[in-house]
């Protein structure tokens, strides 16, 4: 069974980047525009990983994985920011809220692959 991924942006630009990626990988991918929109479409299909980027409206990356990290049910769910930001106190930030990685924009499909299959098998 194919695993299923959420990648949260508010650019649909790198969604529809990130969804091509990994469909082409066999994964099923989920879209949502901000945390609060990834909060609600986890809540009618679960997911194997998400991938979110920092900065967004409404509730950014942070936010949502501390939101996620609070669920019993998503503790242990694989999340990776995929951000321009490279800051080593963004990096410590998102290590602290739960994050499991980070990939910096503009990122290369291939890297993206290699980190989602390091992390789902």
């Known amino acids: ?4 991924i959420l990648s949260v942006d508010d650019s649909a630009s790198i969604r529809q980047l990130v969804v091509f990626t990994l469909e082409k990988e ?4 989920m879209s949502a525009v ?3 929109d990834a909060l609600a479409k986890m809540k009618t ?5 998400v991938i979110t980027d920092l900065n967004m ?7 949502l994985i501390q939101a996620l990290r609070k669920d019993q049910s998503f503790r242990f769910t694989p999340i990776v920011m995929l951000t321009t930001e490279s800051a080593q106190n963004k990096k410590d930030a998102g290590r602290q809220a739960g994050a499991t990685g980070w990939i910096v924009k503009p990122f290369k ?4 692959i290699a980190v989602v299959k ?3 098998g």
């Open 1 to 4: 069974m194919s695993k299923t």
């Open 34 to 36: 901000d945390g609060r």
């Open 26 to 29: 066999g994964y099923v991918v």
């Open 57 to 63: 409206p409404n509730m950014d990356g942070i936010e």
């Open 109 to 112: 499909p291939e890297q993206l």
């Open 118 to 120: 390091r992390l789902l």
């Open 45 to 49: 299909k679960p997911v194997d990983m």
